[in-house]
C-alpha cells in the first residue's frame, strides 16, 4: 500500500539548532516526493520537491531510496519556520497527492 | 494574480442536510482535486478532473459524496445527507498543464452537529 509516515507529530527546538523533519515512504515504484508546509492561517504550500534538488528558506531533502525516506533538513532554524509541515508523495507526475499527518514545528527563542 | 478561492470557508450543517462546496482555481489549469482533511490528519484525496472529465473518484468515501466540473474551471462538491464524520476541513488544488505543483485553497471547514 503506498503510504507516508511523519513519526513525530511535535517538534520543538531553539532557535538557531538544526532541525530534521523524518518522513519515510511506502511505494513499489519511483515516485515523486514533496514537502508542503502550512503556515498559521494560510493555505497549503509547497516547500520543495526532490526533483527540483533545490534549498528553500534554506531547507533541503534528500530522496534516499533504500531507505525510503526523504527527511527534511534545516541547520540552523528560525522562528519563521514555525509551521505545520506535511509530506507527500505522488505515484506519478502530475497525480493526487498522499500526504503524511504532519509535524508541527516550534521555533522558540 | 488570484489563487484557488473556495467558498464558502465555514459552513455548520445539520445532520441529514445536504450541503455544496464550490471551488474557482486558478484560471487555465487543467486539473482540479479535491481532498479531505480530518482533524489532526493530512489531506486525503478525494478525487480529480482533468478539465471537465472525472479520472479519479476513487477517494470519494461513500455514494452521498459526488463531484462536478461541467464546463471544465469551477468544480462543485456536494455531500448529500450530512454525517457527523463528514465533519473536516475540504481542500480544492489546481494544476497546470504538465507535472506542476498543486495549488491549494484556504479550504471550507464542514462542521455537522
Known amino acids: 500500500a503506498q503510504r507516508v509516515t511523519q513519526p513525530e507529530k511535535l517538534l520543538s527546538v531553539f532557535k538557531g539548532a538544526p532541525v530534521e523533519l523524518k518522513c519515510n515512504y511506502s511505494?513499489?515504484?519511483?515516485?515523486?516526493l514533496f514537502w508542503y508546509v502550512q503556515y498559521s492561517r494560510q493555505r497549503l504550500q509547497l516547500l520543495l520537491r526532490?526533483?527540483s534538488r533545490e534549498s528553500i528558506k534554506g531547507f533541503t531533502a534528500d530522496l534516499n531510496k533504500g531507505e525510503t525516506s526523504f527527511h527534511l533538513k534545516k541547520p540552523f532554524a528560525q522562528e519563521e519556520d514555525s509551521a505545520m509541515y506535511y509530506c507527500?508523495?505522488?505515484?506519478?507526475?502530475?497525480?493526487?497527492?498522499?500526504f503524511g499527518k504532519g509535524t508541527t514545528l516550534s521555533v522558540s527563542s | 494574480g488570484a489563487g484557488v478561492s473556495q467558498s464558502p470557508r465555514y459552513k455548520v450543517a445539520k445532520r441529514g442536510q445536504d450541503v455544496a462546496l464550490r471551488c474557482d482555481p486558478i484560471?487555465?489549469?487543467?486539473?482540479l482535486f479535491w481532498y479531505q482533511q480530518a482533524l489532526g490528519q493530512g489531506p486525503e484525496f478525494l478525487t480529480y478532473f482533468q478539465n471537465e472529465a472525472q479520472l479519479d473518484k476513487s477517494g470519494l468515501p461513500s455514494d452521498r459524496f459526488f463531484a462536478e466540473r461541467p464546463e471544465g474551471s469551477v468544480s462543485t462538491l456536494k455531500i448529500q445527507r450530512t454525517q457527523q464524520e463528514d465533519s473536516a476541513v475540504y481542500l480544492c488544488a489546481s494544476r497546470g498543464g504538465g507535472p506542476y505543483e498543486q495549488y491549494f485553497g484556504p479550504g471550507t471547514r464542514l462542521t455537522v452537529t
Open positions: 507527500a508523495l505522488a505515484p506519478r507526475a502530475g497525480t493526487a497527492l498522499i
Open positions: 526532490h526533483i
Open positions: 511505494y513499489s515504484g519511483s515516485p515523486e
Open positions: 484560471s487555465g489549469h487543467v486539473s
